[in-house]
Structures are given as structure tokens and as C-alpha cells.
């Protein structure tokens, strides 16, 4: 709940910030990006709890699929703001957005006691960190996946404003982009839950052509149907 809030909050807070403020920006997205980045290691967390290990690609990716659903009908809500004057205003209805689904979970999921409850919180990410020094296998995975993950929301957080310069798109392309990339991703996130948990199942990439703005379009699209498994698994 706690992190969750620290994203809310610094979105909605940005509806406040006047031209030049730009720091001020920078320092509230960064809260809010940490904020929801770690309130997702809790949410995966959960699976433990609500499926046996078999089932956790399918439900990790049902709930991100639904996720992007909601990243869809968010788009679609609040695209009369998306405009020079209006733009604000949709730091504060998303911000109101995301508390209001995320509110189900803060009430009715509760963490379950285990053996390791009792031990205090530094005690345990102690004994973790020890195993990842002591486990080579697991220290190559975490370094390689914060290598990947972080390029992963560089890419992510930097396409819009690569749209507006490099191919002068305005804010109505933009979001309509933005809806676009919402169903693949929907797409991305089913169909590779399914995957992840059927291993033996086919999967082959999609190519790549030269640097043209529908081809930034099209390559946009299919990226956001592969892209899904980073978070599922």
C-alpha cells in the first residue's frame, strides 16, 4: 500500500507544476516510477499465495493482460484532456485512477504468515542478499535482468518524446499510438502467459526493417506484443 501511494501521490502532484519546474518534475516522476516499481515486487509476491507454481505464467499474465486493458480504457477516458491545455489535468485523473483500482487489492489481499514472518525485515534482506553473492547462477540473472528491464522502460518512457521530435507527431497521434500499443500489449501479455507455462509451445520473432515512421509505428506494435514476458516471468 505504502509504495503504491508514494506512485499515486508524486502523479498526481504533478498536475501542480508550472512551466520551469522541470526539476521538480524529474523528482516526482522518479518517486513514482520507484514507488510502482516496487510496489510490483509485492504484487508478484502474491502469486505464491493464489496459484501453485505451475499456473504462475498464466496468471501473471492474465493480470498484466487486464493491466493493459486498464492502461486502454484510462487512454480512452481521458483523451478529451489529452490536448496543450488539458494535458494537466490528466496527471490528477490518472493518479485518481490508479487508487481506485488499486483499492480492491489493499483491502482484500493480506499477506499470509509464514515461517519467515517473525524475522525482522533487515534480518531478511540480509540473508537474501547473501544468497544472491553466494549463488553465481542467481547473481548473473539479476544483473542481466536490471540491464534488460531498465533498457526495457528506457525504451518504454522515451518513445513518446522520440515520436514528437524525430517524427513531429502531436499529442492526438501520440495517444492514439498510446491506445494502439495498449491491445498488443493486451495481446503480448495473454498469449505469452500461455508460454510461460507451456514451455514446449512454438515461438518465433518478428523481423526488423529500416528506420521510416510507419515502420517506428509498426515495429512499436509488435515490440509491445514481446514485450509483456519481461514482466510476466
Known amino acids: 500500500i505504502a509504495f503504491s501511494m508514494l506512485s499515486i501521490i508524486p502523479t498526481g502532484l504533478l498536475f501542480f507544476l508550472n512551466v520551469g519546474e522541470a526539476w521538480k518534475g524529474s523528482i516526482l516522476y522518479l518517486l513514482a516510477f520507484i514507488g510502482f516499481s516496487i510496489a510490483n515486487i509485492f504484487y508478484n509476491g502474491f502469486l505464491l499465495s493464489l496459484t501453485r507454481k505451475s499456473h504462475f505464467g498464466r496468471i501473471s499474465g492474465a493480470g498484466w493482460g487486464i493491466g493493459y486493458l486498464g492502461g486502454l480504457a ?5 483523451r478529451p484532456w489529452m490536448n496543450d491545455e488539458g494535458i494537466r489535468t490528466t496527471f490528477l485523473l490518472t493518479a485518481g485512477f490508479f487508487l481506485i483500482f488499486a483499492l480492491p487489492s489493499f483491502i482484500t489481499m493480506k499477506q499470509e504468515k509464514t515461517a519467515h514472518s517473525n524475522r525482522s525485515h533487515p534480518t531478511r534482506v540480509g540473508t537474501s542478499l547473501l ?4 549463488d553465481p547462477n542467481l547473481r548473473r540473472f ?4 536490471f540491464f534488460y528491464n531498465e533498457a526495457l522502460a528506457t525504451v518504454i518512457s522515451y518513445a513518446s518524446l522520440f515520436a514528437q521530435d524525430v517524427y513531429h507527431m502531436n499529442i492526438t497521434d501520440i495517444s492514439t499510438y498510446l491506445i494502439m500499443l495498449q491491445v498488443t500489449s493486451f495481446i503480448g501479455a495473454a498469449a505469452s502467459g500461455f508460454l510461460v507455462s507451456n514451455p514446449s509451445a512454438p515461438t518465433n520473432a518478428p523481423p526488423r526493417e529500416d528506420n521510416e515512421p510507419v515502420i517506428f509505428l509498426y515495429n512499436g506494435l509488435l515490440s509491445c506484443i514481446v514485450t509483456p514476458p519481461a514482466r510476466i516471468s
Open 74 to 78: 484510462c487512454l480512452l477516458l481521458f
Open 131 to 134: 544468497k544472491c553473492f553466494r
Open 142 to 145: 539479476l544483473i542481466a535482468f
